[in-house]
């Protein structure tokens, strides 16, 4: 959880904006929204929000726009492993980080980005940065901006006890550099 909060502190000094989280768990969602804002001055909205469910996806995002307006700017920060040996993991096990993190990040990604288009404060465009091993994403000079948190095991490889997360941060990593050649 701190390297969550370090980063939203991080993106609230640069860029200066107003925040909606999501969390699964609440009372750890206010306890982070509460630390940032008070670190940061910034507002911050914390909304409770399974992204593997994209129902609640939409839900989440009706808040956001609701109370703070059109997402602009979007951080994609899902998390999930069993630091297991992957021959002891269950499919269930596997199948659960690849919901959390490579479809979490799918339903957030499509909602907002959709959103943007149709608002038009955001276009897909050809824009890919690297920024500390993290990828970047841009939806062009519009406003449309998408930062996905990615593992440098996506690519280096991990001795085979975070496959399933590798998995999912790739799929990430291909789903981002695919919707922006568009």
Avoid: W
Avoid at 84 to 101: G, Q, Y
Wanted: with cysteine; net charge positive.
């Amino acid at each position: 959880m701190l390297i969550i909060i370090a980063t939203l502190i991080t993106i609230a000094e640069v860029f200066f904006y107003d925040y909606t989280i999501f969390f699964r768990r609440l009372h750890v969602l206010e306890s982070t929204a509460s630390e940032v804002s008070s670190f940061t001055g910034n507002p911050v909205l914390p909304v409770q929000c399974d992204i593997r469910d994209p129902e609640a996806v939409r839900k989440a995002v009706d808040q956001c726009q609701e109370k703070l307006g059109q997402p602009t700017v979007v951080v994609n920060n899902a998390a999930g492993n069993f630091i297991s040996p992957t021959e002891r993991l269950s499919p269930n096990a596997f199948k659960t980080i690849l919901d959390i993190v490579l479809a979490g990040t799918a339903n957030l990604t499509l909602e907002t980005g959709k959103r943007m288009i149709r608002n038009k404060t955001g276009m897909l465009g050809r824009q890919n940065v690297v920024l500390l091993r993290h990828f970047v994403t841009s939806f062009s000079s519009q406003g449309g901006v998408f930062l996905s948190i990615t593992t440098h095991y996506t690519y280096e490889g991990c001795g085979g006890y975070v496959v399933p997360s590798a998995c999912a941060k790739a799929g990430v990593e291909t789903m981002m550099k695919l919707v922006t050649s568009m």
